[in-house]
T-cell receptor
Framework: NAGVTQTPKFQVLKTGQSMTLQCAQD?????MSWYRQDPGMGLRLIHY???????DQGEVPNGYNVSRSTTEDFPLRLLSAAPSQTSVYFC?????????????FGPGTRLTVT | KNQVEQSPQSLIILEGKNCTLQ??????????LRWYKQDTGRGPVSLTI?????NTKSNGRYTATLDADTKQSSLHITASQLSDSASYIC???????????????FGKGTKLSVIP
């Protein structure tokens, strides 16, 4: 099992550029989510998905889009990057969203927008 | 507003010493509380989960306690090792927020440095 994988590990974008952060898991987990981690702040939920074809917004969804066409993949799209989106992005997955199931985090993508 | 406050923000201890990290929360209703370890440049990894009825849970040299009445939790690390240097994050799961998801509130973490 590779667990949760994320690509790329590092990315630098110019303001206004678009890109997709990739996330994949091989544990057949239904629940997947994207977080951002900023200095001095706790992780904040961007978007989440409870299964293929179903997504919903988290705490800080503006500027980001997601889709879930397969159980394994949950890409995060930045349509027009802004400096405020400079952050470390983590993808996570769990068997379901229920309380007793553990979330497994990917290694993160460090994004810098200039 | 649901909040999770961790203290101290950072801590430096000598290898072999013990330490205790604190987590206070205002999340209600409460479902469970997790402690995560996050090594630099890596994603968080779960250390332990505490439910309402549990007071103490151990995972090797890590022991977590929970007082649901005072809404406080602690993580005690015994006989620290250099590899314990990391950020420790307290996460409280609250109410069901619909569509199969539960609300999670993350603390800002305590950065622990273990020095030789």
């Amino acid at each position: 099992n590779a667990g949760v994988t994320q690509t790329p590990k590092f990315q630098v974008l110019k303001t206004g550029q678009s890109m997709t952060l990739q996330c994949a898991q091989d544990m057949n987990h239904e629940y997947m989510s994207w977080y951002r981690q900023d200095p001095g702040m706790g992780l904040r939920l961007i978007h989440y998905s409870v299964g293929a074809g179903i997504t919903d917004q988290g705490e800080v969804p503006n500027g980001y889009n997601v889709s879930r066409s397969t159980t394994e993949d949950f890409p995060l799209r930045l349509l027009s990057a802004a400096p405020s989106q400079t952050s470390v992005y983590f993808c996570a997955s769990s068997y379901s969203g229920e309380a007793r199931y553990e979330q497994y985090f990917g290694p993160g993508t460090r994004l810098t927008v200039t | 507003k649901n909040q999770v406050e961790q203290s101290p923000q950072s801590l430096i201890i000598l290898e072999g010493k013990n330490c205790t990290l604190q987590c206070n929360y205002t999340v209600s209703p409460f479902s469970n509380l997790r402690w995560y370890k996050q090594d630099t440049g890596r994603g968080p990894v779960s250390l332990t989960i505490m439910t309402f009825s549990e007071n103490t849970k151990s995972n090797g040299r890590y022991t977590a306690t929970l007082d649901a009445d005072t809404k406080q939790s602690s993580l005690h690390i015994t006989a620290s090792q250099l590899s314990d240097s990391a950020s420790y994050i307290c996460v409280v799961r609250g109410e069901y927020s619909g569509a199969g998801s539960y609300q999670l509130t993350f603390g800002k973490g305590t950065k622990l440095s273990v020095i030789p």
